[in-house]
């Protein structure tokens, strides 16, 4: 039964889709916005929050929690140091969801994704 499993699949096995969402959560991070599927777009948004609010306490146990998820070092020292000080006294709500309108080839409803 799938009673109460709220994992979005997105049509991937689960190693498939986490190196994904990993990958995505890395470009978001380094670029600050990136263009996505809405789909895609709100699965990796809580992945995001939690490494932003894990980043606001820069310590060795966060940094190792961090690259945990974030497999860029470039990335990791970039939470650290930018955006854990920037996102300091901000309780939550790290990014922000605008909708584009429907991809030319497919019709996907696309997205972009961005840090507030």
């Known amino acids: 039964m799938k009673h109460r499993k709220t994992t979005k699949h997105l049509d991937r096995a689960a ?23 809405e789909a895609k777009a709100k699965t990796v948004k809580p992945l995001v929050e939690k490494v ?38 901000r309780p939550g709500g790290y990014t922000r969801i605008i909708k584009i309108g429907p991809r030319q080839g497919d019709g996907a409803k696309m997205v972009q994704i961005e840090l507030v």
């Open 15 to 37: 190693a498939p889709r986490r190196a994904m969402l990993e990958n995505l959560a890395t470009s978001l991070i380094l670029y600050e916005k990136i263009v996505t599927t």
């Open 52 to 89: 932003i609010s894990r980043s606001r306490v820069k310590s060795v146990h966060n940094k190792q929690q961090i690259a945990r998820v974030l497999h860029d070092k470039k990335a990791v020292q970039k939470t650290l140091d930018v955006l854990g000080p920037r996102y300091k006294t």
